[in-house]
């Protein structure tokens, strides 16, 4: 069990209250107001022994609860090195990114009109990777909130096959998604809820690349008790891949390690906490 608590407990009445927190999530509303956040995400390209090819870094500011369930991201910039000790530079802005809009939901991982306005390049990837891996966290934080248990798997067998809006296809293996206690941050009491998938398949078809093997992807995400928000979220994956090129006579194998973090980004003081029970509020200072 995890219990991180860098801050003052305030009298017995927020001692029950952790305690009765750590039976059973709170039953909570999302809070549908707007909330801003900023993502990180860096890709490691190396061979299967490990020797460095490049690495690339895509970051974005991203929106959601605003009118209509919508989200839009803006501010999303990319930028690449073929030296694995040097910074990244400032990036090149994705202005087809800029303020694009929808409402998160499964139709944005397989419906190919929704990328429409994207070129058709392999870059296209990196985008798309953003959006849907904000929605995995929001899916691992929100759809399966009220099955878990403290420090109990919640194990979902097949989540099943799905086509990348036909640039490929993916298929999940066994999904483990774990609730192991509480921590702080943004000075938000957050449950702190963890998900691994090992061993899923991926096949990608972009002129002029074809690519196919396995992603393990495993992360946290820190979720408010006070308003179901996202607060923190990181992921970590790797990759191999067996690829072709068109014009190269033979395919290679390369391993890529993913690295994502997302921040909320605080804009106006939270209201007080409810209690586990949903009776009273309970304020922690």
């Not at 802005?93 to 306005?117: I, W």
């Not at 929001?138 to 989540?159: C, G, M």
């Amino acid at each position: 069990m995890l219990l991180l608590m860098p801050f003052t407990l305030n009298a017995q009445s927020d001692k029950a209250m952790i305690k009765k927190h750590l039976q059973r999530l709170p039953q909570l509303q999302l809070i549908s107001t707007p909330q801003k956040y900023f993502m990180t995400a860096v890709y490691i390209n190396a061979d299967i022994f490990g020797n460095f090819r490049d690495k690339t870094r895509v970051t974005g500011e991203y929106t959601c609860g605003l009118p209509g369930d919508s989200a839009v991201w803006n501010n999303v910039t990319i930028s690449a090195s073929n030296n694995e000790t040097e910074d990244f530079s400032q990036g090149r802005k994705l202005n087809y990114m800029e303020d694009f809009r929808y409402v998160p939901s499964p139709g944005m991982v397989t419906e190919k009109t929704a990328f429409k306005d994207f070129p058709a390049s392999p870059e296209n990837i990196f985008a798309r990777n953003l959006i849907w891996d904000m929605y995995s966290f929001e899916v691992f934080s929100w759809e399966f909130y009220d099955s878990l248990r403290l420090n109990k798997p919640f194990i979902i067998s097949k989540p099943g096959q799905f086509d990348m809006a036909e640039i490929g296809n993916y298929t999940h293996s066994r999904m483990i998604i774990t609730w192991v206690g509480i921590t702080s941050v943004n000075n938000e009491l957050c449950n702190v809820i963890e998900f691994t998938t090992l061993d899923n398949r991926l096949e990608i078809i972009m002129d002029p690349i074809k690519t196919k093997g396995t992603e393990q992807y495993w992360g946290t995400v820190l979720v408010s008790a006070r308003s179901k928000r996202i607060e923190k979220a990181v992921m970590y994956s790797g990759t191999v891949q067996q690829i072709e090129v068109k014009g190269m006579k033979d395919s290679f194998l390369m391993r890529t390690v993913r690295e994502l973090e997302v921040n909320r980004i605080p804009a106006s003081p939270a209201p007080p906490y409810p209690s586990p029970n949903g009776e009273g509020k309970v304020s922690i200072n």
